[in-house]
């Protein structure tokens, strides 16, 4: 009789599940990265109300909240190439399947953050603005030394929660043959008809991770409190 769960076949998934872990890393990373600054970007602008723009990127901003990143990224994976063949004869059909992941994944964090970072700029007292102004500093000097910092700050907290959101959605990127830890447990699966063990491992470094980052993004933001209880 076969038993549901074997030690062995738990150890076996871990070593062949564990080298797959810097895919994972590297869409979370060039998710937040790339992310953040797309983000920044978006709040600058959807601060300023530049006419049309100011209506596009609301039309992004709740498209991008209002629909799952699944169809998101299978909009890029197979709509993306289409367009840009399409209207600028471009071929992007030799491209990894990994990139259109780390895309989709860049583009729905810009739009999160871009929130996340206008909420925050606009919670920093407009006294900031013009004390920056009494002082001497032009606009850019009074956004980047003295709002930014501040806001930096308020948007700490919901920044961590959507790093670790991050790190949990990359699960889908195998559903389009990328073969981060997901698709190397569903493969593993697929070959021995034994997954419990892979998935297990999965759950495993789910929790831990996301725990991980919130204890760091905890302490960091006590180290920010400057004093507040």
């Known amino acids: 009789m076969i038993q549901l769960f074997e030690f062995e076949r738990f150890l076996s998934a871990v070593k062949q599940i564990t080298p797959y872990f810097g895919i994972t890393i590297h869409i979370v ?11 920044l970007f978006v709040a600058t602008l959807r601060i300023n109300k530049i006419p049309v723009i100011h209506q596009i990127l609301s039309v992004y901003i709740s ?19 289409l367009l840009l063949e399409g209207m600028f004869g471009i071929d992007i059909n030799s491209w990894e399947k990994l990139v259109f992941v780390e895309i989709t994944f860049v583009i729905n964090e810009g739009a999160f953050l871009g929130e996340i970072f206008r909420s925050a700029i606009l919670a920093v007292p407009y006294e900031q603005t013009e004390a920056g102004y009494s002082v001497g500093l032009n606009r850019f000097q009074t956004f980047t030394r003295i709002v930014l910092p501040q806001a930096a700050r308020i948007a700490l907290p919901p920044y961590g929660v959507d790093i670790i959101g991050v790190f949990k959605n990359t699960s889908i990127a195998f559903m389009i043959g990328v073969v981060d830890i997901v698709g190397r447990a569903q493969s593993i699966k697929s070959s021995t008809g034994h997954g419990l063990e892979a998935y297990l491992f ?19 933001d006590r180290k920010l409190a400057y004093g507040r209880r």
């Open 29 to 39: 990373i060039t998710a937040v990265i790339f992310g953040s600054l797309l983000g």
């Open 63 to 81: 498209f991008m909240r209002g629909t799952p990143m699944i169809i998101q990224m299978m909009l890029i994976y197979y709509g993306l190439p």
């Open 202 to 220: 999965l759950a495993i470094v789910y929790v831990v991770i996301s725990m991980v980052l919130k204890y760091a993004f905890n302490q960091l």
